[in-house]
């Protein structure tokens, strides 16, 4: 197939969510088909790592996402009624771009990666049109709603509104759309009935967190030991609501049992409030960005994953999983998981619960190893990369011969594939 991919951010390096799934969805197509990829560039570093993506693609526009400027045309458009995340990734220059492959080449399929490109493609003409959602957009909004207060809750209360009638509409407009998990699946299908939906979960470079070590690692990690560890973008409004939301509720219930336990919050761009945290409190430290992840979850005690806000599959969870530590977390982070609180992992439902469960498995890790082994083993046979990227490719196969049937005028007939068994 020749495929038309078209991205809200660059997908390179894979160092965060969706740049993971989207780098190893374009690795994959591009290894077996004609894949062209039109994407913004939200970060100025991101623009020289063209080459890297021309590897496996057989053209690559980028295109600069200016973030002020994107943030001045969303709130232009506030008197409008549009959700304010479609301006905020319409560049001009992207859509010149796209026009002219669509000019240039015959595509056989147009790829959206995110609901927020779909602007982009749903005027393709000839060809088959998948959305990959990943997560519902709206819901993100309606959760961070409950979690903000002020002028700010307000604006994410009216986006969720406003992505929810966008959401509803778009998803009439394309051929299929593709969600993250069961989760996803059911609100989107509240919102249109008719949608043609697909569940294609995140997956993880399982050989690469499964390694053994040793671990490089500093001698103050060492010194630090013992302690747990959240990874993740630290400039990330879920993240950050949820490493503040521990350490001022769950943290210090956890020290007064566990009085030398250390807390270390590791991933890129430590927003303001994150940075506070650490210098607040000598027994929480922030490490801002660190070029390899296993040796910090290696060493660490436990994983914990207090997320409040969370759609999805959450790849911190399932990296965790893979590399062999036990995982707490709350139930909002362990929704799109095949997962269950004492078989795999364990829960906290509410602060009290959650310092109970962390206190447990770092107090008892005999009890820890059958759980342990248990989530690597899922990791495993479920999330590894290969079978899920198999089952996308089938999806847009399929996309594409009923496309083609349609055009012809015979009927469809064919049944979705199955996804690899839970």
């Known amino acids: 197939m020749r495929i038309l991919y ?19 969805q374009l690795h994959h197509l591009g290894q077996r088909h004609e894949v062209y990829l039109a994407c913004l560039a939200d970060d100025p570093a991101d623009l020289a790592h063209r080459a890297a993506l021309e590897a ?17 045309r969303s709130l232009c458009y506030l008197p409008t009624g549009r959700p304010l995340t479609l301006p905020y990734f319409y560049v001009p220059a992207l859509a010149r771009a796209v026009r002219r492959l669509c000019r ?35 819901d993100k909004w309606r959760q961070y709603s409950l979690y903000t207060n002020g002028l700010r809750a307000g604006l994410y209360k009216l986006e969720w509104k406003r992505m929810q009638a966008y959401e509803r509409s778009v998803t009439g407009q394309v051929d299929r759309t593709l969600v993250i998990a ?7 299908k509240r919102l249109n009935p008719d949608a043609a939906v ?16 040793p671990w490089p690692v500093t001698p103050e990690l060492l010194a630090a030991q013992p302690y747990v560890v959240f990874t993740g973008a630290m400039d990330y409004f879920a993240n950050v ?21 250390r807390f270390y919050i590791v991933g890129m761009n430590p927003a303001p409030a994150v940075r506070a945290l650490g210098a607040r409190d000598s027994s929480i ?47 909002p982070a362990l929704e799109g998981l095949a ?41 495993k046979t479920q999330y590894a990369w290969p079978a899920i990227l198999d089952r996308l490719e089938a999806l847009l196969g399929l996309e594409h011969e009923r496309f083609r049937q349609r055009q012809n005028g015979a009927p469809a007939g064919a049944a979705a594939p199955p996804l690899p068994s839970r």
């Open 6 to 24: 078209v991205a809200h951010r660059t997908p390179y390096p894979p160092n965060k969510g969706d740049k993971i799934r989207s780098f190893n």
């Open 56 to 72: 496996f693609c057989r053209s690559v526009e980028v295109v600069r996402l200016d973030r002020r400027l994107a943030k001045v």
């Open 104 to 138: 240039d080449h015959d595509f056989d399929l147009a790829y959206a990666f995110s609901s927020s490109m779909a602007q982009y493609i749903v005027n393709v003409p000839g060809v088959a049109r998948v959305l990959d959602m990943v997560d519902v957009d709206s």
């Open 182 to 188: 069961p989760a996803e699946t059911q609100i989107l």
């Open 198 to 213: 697909s569940e294609v979960p995140n997956g993880i470079d399982e050989a690469w967190f499964a390694a053994q070590g």
């Open 241 to 261: 609501d949820g490493v503040t939301f521990f350490a001022r509720e769950v943290w210090p219930r956890v020290r007064r049992q566990v009085p030398a336990l």
């Open 285 to 331: 430290v922030v490490t801002g960005f660190v070029p390899d992840t296993r040796p910090y979850l290696s060493h660490a005690a436990a994983c914990i994953v207090p997320l409040r806000i969370a759609r999805g599959v959450q790849n911190k969870v399932l990296e965790a999983m893979a590399v062999g530590v036990p995982v707490v977390a709350t139930p």
């Open 339 to 379: 997962v269950a609180d004492g078989r795999e992992v364990l829960c906290g439902h509410d602060p009290a619960a959650l310092a109970e469960a962390l206190v447990r498995a770092v107090q008892r890790p005999q009890d820890s190893r059958e759980r342990v082994e248990r989530a690597r083993r899922l990791v």
